[in-house]
């Protein structure tokens, strides 16, 4: 079993940046895959990023293709969301999940973990 534990958001205004974290728990945390899900109210769950088991492959959203950057360091059981030119748009709840896959995954149904989240705010 994988507990994750996300931080790092807050409020921030429009163009600046935030740097989510989040510590797994578990032995076998490298054996799983990551992402990075948001949800908005009244908006669907979106993945906005993800990373495989040893970081060599990544998936991004296209809505976040080039201003967030995801990353892992498995000696740490952490992974990160470096996020960059935030806009209102994304402002939601931040949740990182894990995936029993060597590959990135991208179907929320594939992710069997996932954190309390945490709320990134942005001021326009």
């Known amino acids: 079993q994988v507990r994750m534990v996300e931080s790092g958001g807050g409020l921030v205004q429009a163009g600046g940046s935030l740097r989510l974290s989040c510590a797994a728990s578990g032995r076998t945390f490298s054996s799983y895959s990551m992402g990075w899900f948001r949800q908005a109210p009244e908006k669907e769950r979106e993945l906005v990023a993800a990373?495989?088991?040893?970081?060599?492959?990544?998936y991004y959203a296209n809505s976040v293709k080039g201003r967030f950057t995801i990353s892992r360091d498995n000696a740490k059981n952490t992974i990160y969301l470096q996020m960059n030119s935030l806009n209102p748009g994304d402002a939601a709840v931040y949740f990182c999940?894990?995936?029993?896959?060597?590959?990135?995954?991208?179907?929320?149904?594939?992710?069997?973990?996932w954190g309390q989240g945490t709320q990134v705010t942005v001021s326009s």
């Open positions: 990373i495989s088991w040893t970081g060599s492959t990544i």
């Open positions: 999940e894990a995936a029993r896959t060597y590959t990135y995954a991208t179907g929320s149904n594939e992710y069997e973990y």
